[in-house]
C-alpha cells in the first residue's frame, strides 16, 4: 500500500516532521521549508494521492477515490514505521492530516494545520473553477509553459494561484522524439471527489476520542479558512490547541510569508 505513495525525505537527525500539501499541490511545495528544518529534523514530504508522483485512487487496483479517510488511513500506514511525527497539513493537507491524528493518535506527537478547520465548508467553487480550466486547456497546442499561462490567465487571473496551478503541467518525451503536454494530478477524479473535499467526515470520526497531543492553526490574516465560529469545532476535536495569525497572507501563507510561517513553525516543534 505504501508504495503508491510517493515521497522525499531531507535531514538525517532528530525528530520527524511530515508534510501534506493541499489540493493541486505535491510535496515538493514544502522543499525550502523542508530545507530550512533539515539540520535540526528527517522532514518526510508526501505526494497525497491523485497528486504529484503518487498513485491515482480511480480505476483498478485503487477504486474507490480520494477519500478522506481512506487517504489518512494510507497515509497512516507510511508513518508506521519510527517514532511518532510532527504532522504538518495545509488546506485539503489539513483536514487529512487532522482524520488521521484522530484515527491514528499513536502516530502523530503534535499537529500543525494550516489555514484549515475541522468543519464542512459551505463552498468549493472557486476550485471546482480551477479544474474545469485546467481541463479545458487544450495542451496539443501548447508551444512552451508561456502559452498555457496565458490560456489560463483570463479564468484565473491571480498570477500567484495560476503560477502555483501551473506546476502541475508537465512535458514529456515522445517515442518519435517530440514532446506532449500533460497534467500530472488526477483532474478528472479530483472534480468527482471535490465535495468530500470542502466536507468534514464527522460520522465516520464517531468512534474517535479527542487527540490529546499538541495542536497549533496557523491561518492566513487575509484567509477566511481559520474563523472564530469554527472554534467549538477544533476545541470538540483538539483541545489542546492554540491559534497564530500571519499578517499580511492568504490561504496559501506558507509561499506568500515563508520565512515568519518557518519561525512558527520552528517554535512549535522545539
Not at 522543499?31 to 508522483?53: M, N, Q
Not at 479517510?69 to 504538518?88: F, H, K, N, R, S
Not at 503534535?110 to 471546482?128: H, I, N, Q, W
Request: charged share 20%; glycine share 10%.
Amino acid at each position: 500500500m505504501t508504495s503508491s505513495l510517493h515521497t522525499t525525505a531531507y535531514g538525517e537527525h532528530g525528530s520527524r516532521v511530515v508534510f501534506l500539501h493541499g489540493l493541486f499541490g505535491q510535496g515538493r511545495n514544502w522543499t525550502a521549508i523542508a530545507k530550512a528544518l533539515a539540520s535540526e529534523h528527517r522532514v518526510l514530504l508526501v505526494d497525497l494521492p491523485d497528486h504529484g508522483r503518487s498513485a491515482w485512487t480511480h480505476g483498478p487496483p485503487q477504486g474507490k477515490g480520494f477519500d478522506l479517510v481512506g487517504v489518512a488511513d494510507v497515509i497512516a500506514v507510511e508513518l508506521a514505521t519510527g517514532a511518532p511525527v510532527a504532522l504538518v497539513g495545509h488546506s485539503l493537507g489539513g483536514k487529512v492530516a487532522m482524520v488521521l491524528a484522530l484515527r491514528h493518535p499513536a502516530l502523530v506527537e503534535r499537529l500543525c494545520v494550516a489555514d484549515m478547520s475541522p468543519v464542512a465548508y459551505t463552498s468549493g467553487s472557486e476550485f471546482s473553477g480551477y479544474i474545469e480550466a485546467m481541463r479545458a486547456m487544450d495542451l496539443g497546442a501548447l508551444a512552451q509553459r508561456a502559452d498555457a499561462d496565458s490560456a489560463l490567465r483570463s479564468a484565473v487571473p491571480n498570477p500567484t494561484v495560476r503560477s502555483f496551478l501551473l506546476q502541475n503541467l508537465r512535458r514529456d518525451a515522445t517515442s518519435d522524439g517530440s514532446s506532449s503536454w500533460r497534467w500530472q494530478p488526477n483532474l478528472e477524479g479530483l472534480q468527482r471527489d471535490l465535495p468530500g473535499f470542502v466536507s468534514w467526515p464527522a460520522e465516520q470520526l464517531t468512534g474517535c476520542t479527542p487527540y490529546d497531543g499538541p495542536v497549533l492553526w496557523v491561518g492566513g490574516a487575509n484567509s477566511e479558512y481559520i474563523v472564530d465560529e469554527y472554534a467549538p469545532a477544533m476545541d470538540r476535536y483538539f483541545p489542546r490547541n492554540r491559534r497564530v495569525t500571519i499578517k499580511n497572507a492568504g490561504h496559501w501563507l506558507h509561499s506568500e510569508q515563508p520565512e515568519v510561517f518557518v519561525e512558527v513553525l520552528r517554535r512549535f516543534l522545539t
